[in-house]
């Protein structure tokens, strides 16, 4: 009678064993594989794929490499030019209008911003749904005017009956005209924001909106012209321009599409003129 128990539960371990489908499982991506093993005699082995609808976990720190900004470049020109030419930054020509805000003007579909920033990195603050967002990049501006001002770091005074040198930078309107006028600064810049998200987990959908400041560095000005009687010149110069430059920015994200703005509450040059810049364009990133 033992004997024959034995035999019974051995019999039925085996076919308890043999019932059984050994399964592997592979993950690639946001796809599960499963791989299952032969049944019931079955000489095939079958591959299940299926969609992986588990929650990721959010990490408390991303980074997002290689953002690319493009925009328009303009400013808010706030000069008082009654009293502008008092420092001799704006050289008047003798018989003509005083140099003005019209000078100024710039061509607004012509005058355009890009920024490139090395990376941004998110910092987790209330469980994704506010974060601390900062970068490092650089912002290049192109103002294009309408007019034929010059800009000179320091040379002989123009229009002067008596040759006068100038050892400071000056602005002036030139005697000829220009196909292309524009001064170009570009900074080094660091933006500090308060980010907000609707939809942490899902990165294209929802709203975000990222408020903050930025402070950046001049590392380069240039007057680039282009003209008949001169050819192309690009002069590289020190144009009394503000050497730092601090700026409200702010981001606004609907879905896939992200929006830039920055606005400057200060002159962009250093005496005579108050110039207050600012840019908006779309921001091609990943948040």
């Known amino acids: ?32 594989i499963v791989k299952e093993g032969k049944t019931n005699g079955s000489k095939d082995k079958g591959v299940k794929v299926q969609r992986d609808y588990s929650p990721k976990k959010l990490r408390n720190v991303s980074t997002n490499w290689g953002i690319v900004d493009l925009g328009f470049s303009n400013y808010e020109d706030k000069t008082n030019y009654g009293a502008a030419g008092i420092g001799g930054y704006l050289v008047n020509r003798p018989g003509y209008p005083a140099l003005g805000k019209s000078d100024f003007k710039l061509r607004t579909g012509k ?50 009956a008596v040759p006068v040198y100038r050892n400071e930078p000056f602005i002036f309107r030139d005697s000829i005209s220009f196909s292309k006028n524009k001064l170009a600064a570009d900074y080094l810049t660091i933006p500090l924001m308060l980010n907000f998200t609707s939809s942490p987990k899902h990165a294209n959908r929802g709203v975000s909106l990222s408020v903050g400041v930025s402070a950046g560095y001049l590392y380069s000005q240039r007057n680039k012209q282009k003209s008949d009687e001169r050819g192309k010149d690009k002069n590289k110069g020190e144009y009394d321009l503000e050497r ?24 962009m040059y250093q005496r005579a003129l108050d110039i207050r810049p600012y840019t908006v364009g779309l921001r091609f990133s990943n948040w």
């Open 244 to 267: 730092f430059k601090f700026a409200y920015v702010a981001e606004l994200g609907l879905g896939p599409i992200h929006l830039y703005g920055s606005y400057s509450p200060k002159s």
């Open 111 to 160: 005058s355009i911003n890009v920024n490139i920033w090395f990376f941004m990195q998110r910092v987790n603050l209330v469980k994704h749904y506010v974060n601390l967002k900062y970068g490092l990049g650089l912002e290049l501006n192109n103002y294009r005017y309408k007019s034929t001002i010059s800009y000179k770091e320091n040379g002989f005074e123009p229009y002067s």
């Open 1 to 32: 009678m033992k004997r024959l128990t034995l035999l019974l539960a051995a019999g039925f371990l085996c076919l308890t064993v043999s019932a059984q489908k050994p399964k592997d499982t592979i993950r690639i991506g946001g796809m599960v």
